[in-house]
């Protein structure tokens, strides 16, 4: 399975539905939330999400491609690539 890595807000009821999938299918993630870390962390995943022209939360990573927000169909899909 690809590595999945989430940007997140704390607050955030999206980002939540997010962790919430991949914990409930026990897809290891790594998850960082941006309004949680230190200045240089913020700057490091405003970097990243500039890159993939990300404009909100949450942003899924799964293997090489980039999701912006609560689109569970669209994990999967990415989920069973990464695995075939």
Do not use: Q
């Amino acid at each position: 399975m690809g590595n999945v890595t989430i940007y997140s807000l704390s607050a955030c009821p999206w980002c939540k539905k997010a962790k919430k999938y991949f914990d409930e299918r026990h897809v290891p993630y790594d998850n960082t939330e941006y309004d949680l870390v230190e200045a240089s962390e913020r700057e490091r995943i405003e970097r990243d999400m500039r890159d993939l022209d990300a404009g909100g939360f949450p942003v899924v990573k799964i293997g090489r491609h980039a999701v912006v927000g609560y689109r569970p169909e669209l994990y999967e899909e990415l989920l069973r690539e990464t695995v075939a």
